[in-house]
């Protein structure tokens, strides 16, 4: 069952008064909120709460001439897993990056829109940068840990930032990160060595572990198991849902079966438009749209 006007009336009112104008220009209140008409959103009866972690509105993204990400609006709702699916090149990863201002950096890449985190707009003028990424963490599609110990992996990001009091708060950090990315066992007698000495799903795990030490409230993740195993792969999978007791987690997968197994929602992108969102089952059991349905069919990809 759809609905094509839009799965969250009630909260564009009530958030458009709070976002604030990203480049400090004029009434927040004249943004236009969106053009998701052409979105097809399925219908959620069990989903009431008020409260979005993030909002998007009328996202797009320019490289040069490039319109890679053409209006998109979409929530993120606490404690859910979000699955951006479609064919390479749709804007999954842009789109991801753009969620916690990863695209900033990159040359000729322009974003507008409106992209907020419990009401901040992220791209206020005000917004520190760094701020955004100590609360919207991201764990790469490979394993990418520094090149330092297992510990210092961890307790880089703590410390730099000012998170922990001593050494022995410190320590307790490392070991709870680790223990909640179900590393701790398998490293606990080899802190002191190189997390580039672990396999690839270790590394993985080891990521966001490091991505935990920060207390993110969203964990971003660009196709985390593509360069794992079926085993490792499972062990991540497990540990996504377990993350998601704790934080919010938007996930970039070409895994059909990885988001049923994983996500609560799916967005489904086409050629830089957000084509159809809904829970997981009724966007790849019952897409409603003629490109989500071959995409779920396998004809194309
Ligand atoms: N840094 C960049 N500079 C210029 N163009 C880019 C950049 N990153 C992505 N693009 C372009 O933006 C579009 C969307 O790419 P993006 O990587 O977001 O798609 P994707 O759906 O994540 O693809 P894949 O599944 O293959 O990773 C493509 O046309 C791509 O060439």
Redesign the pocket.
């Known amino acids: 069952m759809t609905d094509t006007t839009t799965e969250m009336d009630g909260n564009v009112a009530e958030l458009r008064n709070t976002v604030r104008d990203p480049k400090g220009q004029g009434d927040p209140k004249s943004y236009r909120i969106s053009k998701d008409g052409e979105t097809t959103r399925h219908e959620d009866a069990a989903w009431a709460d008020k409260d979005l972690k993030m909002y998007t509105r009328d996202v797009h993204?320019h490289?040069?001439d490039?319109h890679?990400?053409k209006g998109v609006s979409v929530d993120v709702r606490p404690n859910e897993v979000l699955a951006?699916m479609?064919?390479?090149?749709?804007?999954?990863?842009?789109?991801?990056?753009c969620l916690n201002r990863m695209?900033d950096p990159?040359?000729?890449?322009r974003i507008d829109g409106t992209i907020a985190l419990e009401g901040e707009n992220i791209y206020d003028k005000d917004y520190d940068v760094v701020m955004v990424r100590l609360r919207i963490g991201m764990v790469a599609?490979a394993p990418n840990p520094f090149p330092k110990s297992i510990y210092e992996n961890i307790a880089f990001g703590p410390r730099l930032h000012g998170l922990t009091d001593g050494k022995e708060e410190l320590d307790e950090v490392v070991e709870n990160s680790l223990r909640r990315a179900g590393l701790w066992e398998e490293v606990k007698d080899q802190l002191h060595q190189p997390g580039t000495n672990l396999s690839g799903g270790q590394q993985q795990r080891l990521c966001i572990a490091r991505a935990i030490a920060n207390e993110p409230e969203v964990i971003l993740m660009?196709?985390p198991c593509s360069s794992l195993d079926p085993v490792s792969t499972n062990t991540i999978e497990e540990l996504i849902m377990e993350l998601k007791k704790s934080f919010t987690v938007v996930i970039?997968t070409?895994d059909m079966q990885q988001a049923e197994r994983v996500s609560d929602r799916v967005a489904y992108?086409h050629l830089?438009d957000l084509v159809e969102v809904g829970p997981t089952n009724a966007v790849i059991r019952d897409a409603q749209d003629q490109r989500t349905k071959e995409y779920v069919s396998g004809h194309i990809g």
Request: proline letters at 6%.
């Open positions: 993204v490289y040069g490039n890679a990400i951006l479609g064919p390479s090149g749709c804007g999954k990863s842009t789109f991801l990056r695209n990159v040359p000729n890449a599609q660009d196709e970039v070409h992108f830089g």
